[in-house]
């Protein structure tokens, strides 16, 4: 099963595109790579999900390069509400056989 | 829509205590269900999950059962609670296994 490494936090401001980038070098060829965000205290609640090349849907972006060996999140215009944790999962077509890393911790300042 | 209901959002339990946590889902037929746990600061921990009624897959070997008794309603239990079954316990629903996860409110469980 793939493992992920992203950055453990990140800082941006209002208004600003963020990009979170994700590695999973030994991505397996039937993997997809998800993205959840989750607030304190709450579950987490799916962002995106992509296989290759670009994806895009009202809330984000997902850049999947040629080699699949990365990912990146990007976050059009961030508010403070985008504070949150986020987490990238590299994973076979099963949830049962997803692995969640401790994520990115976004701060959002004003 | 679908809903999924978890309760409650906080317990505080004794060390060999019982536990039952309960969660439901509303909207949606045959459910996946699952219990993750987190550590703080941590990322989720699969503890269980059922494709059906009666139909349990344990994950990490631990403490805890889950049952399945109705559709749409997923049980965590213990016996008797450890200190290191403290933590963010989190019920899930997929309308398969290859679909989104929708997760509940959760329910933070600390074990005195």
């Known amino acids: 099963l793939a493992k992920t490494t992203q950055p453990i936090s990140m800082d941006s401001y209002e208004g600003q595109e963020v990009n979170i980038t994700c590695s999973h070098n030994?991505?397996?060829?039937?993997?997809?790579i998800t993205w959840y965000q989750q607030f304190p205290s709450q579950g987490p609640r799916f962002i995106i999900q992509?296989?290759?090349?670009?994806v895009t849907n009202e809330v984000a972006s997902l850049f999947i390069p040629a080699d699949r060996k990365s990912s990146t999140l990007s976050l059009p215009r961030v508010s403070l509400s985008d504070t949150a944790v986020y987490y990238c999962?590299?994973?076979?077509?099963?949830?049962?056989?997803?692995?969640w890393g401790a994520g990115t911790k976004l701060i959002i300042k004003p | 829509s679908q809903t999924i209901h978890q309760w409650p959002a906080t317990l505080v339990q004794p060390v060999g205590s019982p536990l039952s946590l309960e969660c439901t889902v509303e909207?949606?037929?045959?459910?996946?269900l699952y219990w993750y746990r987190q550590a703080a600061g941590r990322g989720l921990q699969l503890l269980f999950y059922?494709?059906?009624?009666?139909?349990i897959s344990s994950e990490v070997p631990q403490n805890l059962s889950a049952s399945r008794p109705q559709d749409r309603q997923f049980i965590l239990s213990s016996k008797k609670l450890l200190l290191s079954d403290s933590g963010f316990y989190l019920c899930?629903?997929?309308?398969?296994?290859?679909?989104?996860?929708?997760f509940g409110s959760g329910t933070q469980l600390s074990v005195l």
């Open positions: 899930a629903w997929s309308d398969t296994l290859e679909e989104k996860l929708f």
């Open positions: 059922s494709v059906g009624i009666g139909q």
């Open positions: 909207g949606t037929s045959n459910p996946n």
């Open positions: 030994n991505i397996a060829t039937n993997d997809y």
């Open positions: 999962l590299a994973h076979p077509d099963s949830n049962y056989q997803l692995i």
């Open positions: 992509g296989y290759k090349t670009k």
